[in-house]
């Protein structure tokens, strides 16, 4: 009991929209900013995601050490300001995985959830 | 490039109460989304949104300065009014009403003479705001200086609890309280125009309504 909530704890559990980010962080590769990822969210979850959101996120996962942000030049037609782009990184990628393989176990043998059923 | 005009005051809003140190990057992008044909109405409700997460967030992140930081900015009220009262305030109350008009208890128990009070006597609707003012503003003060590091969220904590408790009185007040008579219309509209004033004033003297030094500090951090 003591040593499952202790590892537990120190393993970083995603939320669901935190998965869904890194997704969409991997997919989209180098020209991940902040309206790219808001689009390709809202273009899958269909979906209007609060920009704000998004960033809170985003934020959250860089101080876990998953996300890695980058600047990027300042341009015109955004006011003068900069793209931040941001990228997976190996943790981010190992956690993905974890998150990945949990949730294929639970997926499985489950009949309520088989087609048709649920 | 289609050349669609951005709410500037949204923008400074997000600017200026964006908890976040990536504002800069959010609002360029917010820009783009509404460069791309998104309504002005979108871009509001994005610029609410961003400082409410924000806000919260560093709230989670922060809870101890959070506590800290509401308790410092309501402890003058709170003392004065459990340490002064009954006895000082109803000497107060003949000498000058308006500084009792500060306490929570003079809307129970000075509540019929409320339309004498704002519109009777000259000069009491204008001492009122302007102690309201001087109290938020000191308040406000306060609470940045003894968060000198960091003072912008405990500062927009301070004001948002004092704006939800204005809230939760004028509710208790308009649907809870049925015994007691109607406020005049005008009255209502003024004590709850003075509640939120009080909480721009508290921004105010937080120093968060200053175009200071925080401008240059976020744009070394991002350079």
Known sequence: M??????????????????MVMLVLIRLGDEAYGVPIS???????????????????????????????ELG??????????????????????????????LMQLWKNLPALERGKA | MNHTSVPRIATWLLKRFGCSPKNDSLVGDLIEHRQSGRSRFWYWKQVLVAIAAGLVGEI????????????????????????????????????????????????????????RFVWGESGSLLQFLALQCL???????????????????????????????????????LLVTGQMPPLFPPILFVFV??????????????GLLRDSKRKDAFRATTT
């Open chain 1, 2 to 19: 003591f040593i499952t909530s202790e590892h537990m704890a120190q393993r970083n559990h995603m939320s669901s929209f935190e998965l």
């Open chain 1, 39 to 69: 689009r390709e969210i809202e273009r899958t979850s269909g979906r209007e995601v609060p920009m704000g959101s998004v960033y809170a996120t985003l934020e959250r996962l860089e101080t876990k050490g998953m996300v890695a942000a």
């Open chain 1, 73 to 102: 030049e300042p341009t015109v037609e955004r006011g003068g300001r900069a793209k931040r782009y941001f990228k997976v990184t190996a943790r981010g990628l190992r956690e993905v995985r974890d998150t990945q393989r949990t």
């Open chain 2, 60 to 115: 989670r992140e922060h809870k101890l300065l959070t506590v800290r930081a509401i308790a410092i900015g309501w402890s003058v009220p709170i003392l004065y009014h459990f340490v002064f009262h009954p006895f000082i305030v109803e000497m107060l109350w003949r000498l000058e009403p308006w500084i009792v008009v500060q306490h929570p208890s003079f809307y129970h128990s000075y509540y019929h003479d409320l339309e």
């Open chain 2, 135 to 173: 109290l938020g503003f000191l308040n406000g003060w306060l609470v940045a200086r003894l968060n000198r590091g960091n003072p912008r969220m405990p500062v927009m904590a301070y004001a948002a609890s004092v704006s939800i408790c204005a809230m939760m009185n004028w509710t208790y007040y």
């Open chain 2, 193 to 206: 125009v003075a509640d939120q004033l009080s909480v721009v004033v508290i921004l105010a003297g937080g």
